[in-house]
């Protein structure tokens, strides 16, 4: 079974007042654009334009002062808001079994867990864990290799659910305690 991934991990920036955090390096991540500025708003996008290692809290800061933030269609914790449609010319093929290294830059650490899954976009809930973090990006110990380069296996136990593009990402999601940061890589299965 064939497995296309449209490269589209979605990293995020925020305001200027909020230092930068990390985001996915390797494969190319997702970046704003129209629609994404349609549904979440003119500002939210020209910050993420503008620094794509923010988290989720600094963006939802800019969006609820705005009149053009639109939450339901933006669905910020999905993707960080950032649109199927601004990103489908990224689109690469992955095969069942395949694995897929991923490069995360943590331009500022804070300890926290994370995991690595395939999730369902349609209801935003993990279809399969890949990886998981119990700590991640220490402050205590310092980032170590692997947080910073890893490698994911594609299942071979997905069939059909993932068989539209934008039906499915790879999502990297980092939850400190007083941040929260997804970073996703979006596929179809053929």
């Known amino acids: 079974m064939q497995y296309t991934s449209a490269i589209l991990l979605a990293a995020a920036g925020l305001i ?20 994404m500025a349609s549904a979440c708003g ?20 800019v969006a609820n002062s705005q009149s053009d933030y639109n939450a339901a269609e933006c669905d910020i914790w999905l993707c960080k808001g ?31 867990t994370a995991n690595v899954s395939i999730v369902d976009t349609a209801t935003n809930t993990v279809i399969e864990q890949l990886l998981y973090y119990p700590v991640f ?23 059909d659910k993932c068989s539209t593009g934008g039906a499915c990402v790879i999502q990297h999601y980092w939850n400190a305690a007083s941040i929260d940061q997804t970073y996703d890589v979006d596929w179809i299965s053929l």
């Open 42 to 61: 003119q500002q939210v996008e020209v910050n993420q334009a503008s620094d794509h290692n923010g988290n989720i809290q600094g963006m939802l800061q």
């Open 16 to 35: 200027s007042s909020v230092a930068a955090h990390g985001s996915i390096a390797s494969p190319t991540p997702r970046q704003p654009g129209a629609a």
């Open 137 to 159: 990006a220490s402050t205590a110990t310092g980032v170590t290799a692997n947080e910073t380069l890893f490698s994911i296996t594609i299942p071979s136990t997905l069939g």
């Open 82 to 112: 950032y649109k199927w449609d601004d990103n489908k010319d990224l689109l690469q093929t992955y095969t069942a079994g395949q694995e897929v290294p991923i490069a995360f830059n943590v331009a500022a650490p804070h300890t926290g």
